[in-house]
Nanobody
Framework: QVQLVESGGGLVQAGDSLRLSCAAS????????MGWFRQTPGKEREFVAG?????????SYTDSVKGRFTISTDITKSTVNLQMNSLKPEDTAIYYC???????????????WGQGTQVTVSS
C-alpha cells in the first residue's frame, strides 16, 4: 500500500505562485512514477505533470502548464513537489497527487491517489 498526502493549496491571485507537496509513504512508494492531476466540476481528471523518482529525464507536462509549472522529487524525503508560477484563473482546480505503474501517466494506470488539495486563482 502507498499513501499520498498533499499540502500547499490555497487561494491566490492571477500571476502568483504556489508550491504543492505530496508526501509518499509505504514500502514500495519509490517504485512508482509520480505525478499531479487536476479536476474541475463536471470534467474528467486531467494529467498535469509527471516524473520518475530522481530522474529528470522522465518528465512530462500538459501543454497548458509548460514553462510555468515544474515537478520535482526529493527521494530522501519521499516527496513530490509541483512549483506553479504565473498562475491563471483556468488553473483553478482540485489537484491530486498520483502514483502510477506505467508511463506515460494516464487515469487508467494510476494505482494510488491522494485526497486532493484545492487551488483557486482569482482574476
Amino acid at each position: 500500500q502507498v499513501q499520498l498526502v498533499e499540502s500547499g493549496g490555497g487561494l491566490v491571485q492571477a500571476g502568483d505562485s504556489l508550491r504543492l507537496s505530496c508526501a509518499a509513504s509505504g514500502r514500495t512508494a519509490t517504485t512508482y512514477v509520480m505525478g499531479w492531476f487536476r479536476q474541475t466540476p463536471g470534467k474528467e481528471r486531467e494529467f498535469v505533470a509527471g516524473t520518475g523518482w530522481g530522474d529528470d529525464s522522465v518528465t512530462s507536462y500538459t501543454d497548458s502548464v509548460k514553462g510555468r509549472f515544474t515537478i520535482s522529487t526529493d527521494i530522501t524525503k519521499s516527496t513530490v513537489n509541483l512549483q506553479m508560477n504565473s498562475l491563471k484563473p483556468e488553473d483553478t482546480a482540485i489537484y491530486y497527487c498520483a502514483a502510477g505503474s506505467r508511463w506515460p501517466m494516464a487515469n487508467p494506470f494510476i494505482d494510488y491517489w491522494g485526497q486532493g488539495t484545492q487551488v483557486t486563482v482569482s482574476s
